[in-house]
């Protein structure tokens, strides 16, 4: 019997090993397959490009060559070159010959991904031919997204952000849609504006996990229907995928409604998070009303609580988020410390207005220089 349960055991241990092993091989080799698209679509647009640069697809006969070129390639090849495709690759040459993803021939990395031609002359003249190359890790229905982005600093950060992240092409289309990048810029200085285009979002400090407004539109409330702190806890609980998406990076879900006893009284957090990446808990309250002074207080005896009786020696203060409807800036710095670890953020049941926050990032940005050009003139 003995005999019969160690067998067992050990086939369990290898199956999981090698269904491990086959679940990675195939992940490579979907990966390997839409990096390939995507430099043979980019490639595609830079023929198509060139050919309109040597007057050949210009006014009346561009539309006449693609379509021509468009049923040529389905009869060889089936389906997926129509002529709407051939548009697209040409927009996603425009878009990234000259992106933060072209790279120098000499810093470029081997890449196997690269689209063979199947002929070895070809394919070297097609490398002679410029100095630059191209590094793609996303799919072409990511590309799709992106390079519907005017602004490039924002299509940058959303493509780094949706590499380290692994977003899904439905999350990365959520994320560009509910503005991630204007309403993260919006709370950070010009410098830090200027990282997120290189960097992403990095987590160092407590104000780098805040945005303005966190949008909540996946909860499916009404915003001009009337709804309880209860409804709007129990809501996010129900989405908390999502509530952790639009959160950002590093937190984890601990527990709602959280017990506490202090002086014979109980206290109830709304919901408790943890950010690994700034090692700390991250105490969230729900406010549907106007926000008061008495709330601010409240949080910030919630925060000291767990910073004494809680937080491990290791780890960094607690942070506390009032995500309330509407917040008031004025009334959170009278009323709290300057070194106070706590932060009011709005939050709304629908998506922003994408116009409206590019121009205040754009004003923003346009403050920051004539402060930095007076500073010099000084």
Same mark, same amino acid.
């Given at each position: 019997?003995?005999?019969?349960?160690?067998?067992?055991?050990?086939?369990?241990?290898?199956?999981?090993?090698?269904?491990?092993?086959?679940?990675?091989?195939?992940?490579?080799?979907?990966?390997?397959?839409?990096?390939?698209?995507?430099?043979?679509?980019?490639?595609?647009? %830079?023929?198509?490009?060139?050919?309109? +640069?040597?007057?050949?697809?210009?006014?009346?006969?561009?539309? %006449?060559?693609?379509?021509?070129?468009?049923?040529?390639?389905?009869?060889?090849?089936?389906?997926?070159?129509?002529?709407?495709?051939?548009?697209?690759?040409?927009?996603?040459?425009?878009?990234?010959?000259?992106?933060?993803?072209?790279? $120098?021939?000499?810093?470029?990395?081997?890449?196997?991904?690269?689209?063979?031609?199947?002929?070895?002359?070809?394919?070297?003249?097609?490398?002679?031919?410029?100095?630059?190359?191209?590094?793609?890790?996303?799919?072409?229905?990511?590309?799709?997204?992106?390079?519907?982005?005017?602004?490039?600093?924002?299509?940058?950060?959303?493509?780094?952000?949706?590499? %380290?992240? /692994?977003?899904?092409?439905? +999350?990365?289309?959520?994320?560009?849609?509910?503005?991630?990048?204007?309403?993260?810029?919006?709370?950070?200085?010009?410098?830090?504006?200027?990282?997120?285009? %290189?960097?992403? +979002?990095?987590?160092?400090?407590?104000? /780098?996990?805040?945005?303005?407004?966190?949008?909540?539109?996946?909860?499916?409330?009404?915003?001009?229907?009337?709804?309880?702190?209860?409804?709007?806890?129990?809501?996010?609980?129900?989405?908390?995928?999502?509530?952790?998406?639009?959160?950002?990076?590093?937190?984890?879900?601990?527990?709602?409604?959280?017990?506490?006893?202090?002086?014979?009284?109980?206290?109830?957090?709304?919901?408790?998070?943890?950010?690994?990446?700034?090692?700390?808990?991250?105490?969230?309250?729900?406010?549907?009303?106007?926000?008061?002074?008495? /709330?601010?207080?409240?949080?910030?005896?919630?925060?000291?609580?767990?910073? $004494?009786?809680?937080?491990?020696?290791?780890?960094?203060?607690?942070?506390?988020?009032?995500?309330?409807?509407?917040?008031?800036?004025?009334?959170?710095?009278?009323?709290?410390?300057?070194?106070?670890?706590?932060?009011?953020?709005?939050? +709304?049941?629908?998506?922003?207005?994408?116009?409206?926050?590019?121009?205040?990032?754009?004003?923003?940005?346009?403050?920051?220089?004539?402060?930095?050009?007076?500073?010099?003139?000084?």
């Amino acid at each position: 019997m003995n005999d019969l349960v160690d067998i067992d055991n050990k086939v369990t241990s290898l199956y999981e090993k090698v269904s491990l092993l086959i679940e990675q091989a195939r992940k490579h080799v979907a990966n390997t397959v839409n990096t390939t698209e995507v430099y043979t679509k980019y490639y595609v647009g %830079q023929h198509i490009v060139e050919e309109e +640069q040597h007057g050949v697809l210009r006014a009346k006969y561009g539309q %006449q060559v693609l379509h021509s070129l468009s049923k040529r390639l389905t009869e060889r090849f089936g389906k997926g070159w129509s002529v709407d495709t051939l548009e697209k690759c040409r927009v996603f040459y425009q878009v990234y010959r000259n992106s933060a993803t072209v790279l $120098r021939k000499s810093e470029m990395p081997h890449n196997d991904s690269l689209p063979s031609t199947g002929n070895s002359e070809i394919s070297a003249t097609v490398l002679r031919k410029s100095e630059d190359t191209v590094s793609f890790s996303l799919s072409w229905s990511h590309y799709l997204i992106l390079m519907r982005i005017e602004n490039p600093d924002a299509r940058s950060f959303y493509e780094i952000e949706c590499k %380290q992240q /692994d977003w899904s092409v439905r +999350q990365l289309s959520r994320q560009v849609g509910s503005s991630l990048y204007e309403r993260l810029a919006l709370s950070r200085d010009k410098e830090a504006v200027m990282r997120l285009a %290189q960097e992403g +979002q990095t987590i160092e400090k407590p104000v /780098d996990i805040i945005k303005n407004p966190i949008t909540l539109e996946f909860l499916g409330l009404k915003p001009d229907v009337s709804y309880t702190e209860s409804k709007l806890e129990n809501a996010i609980i129900n989405k908390m995928q999502q509530f952790l998406l639009e959160l950002g990076k590093g937190f984890l879900f601990e527990a709602r409604q959280k017990r506490f006893t202090f002086d014979e009284q109980h206290f109830y957090v709304d919901l408790v998070f943890y950010n690994r990446l700034l090692q700390c808990y991250v105490l969230v309250d729900l406010k549907t009303d106007k926000l008061t002074h008495q /709330d601010l207080g409240q949080m910030q005896m919630y925060v000291n609580y767990y910073d $004494r009786y809680v937080k491990q020696d290791f780890e960094k203060p607690t942070i506390g988020i009032l995500l309330c409807e509407s917040k008031n800036d004025a009334l959170v710095e009278l009323t709290l410390p300057k070194e106070a670890n706590i932060y009011a953020s709005a939050y +709304q049941l629908y998506l922003p207005d994408k116009h409206l926050l590019q121009s205040k990032l754009r004003q923003w940005i346009d403050e920051f220089q004539e402060i930095s050009e007076l500073k010099t003139t000084d």
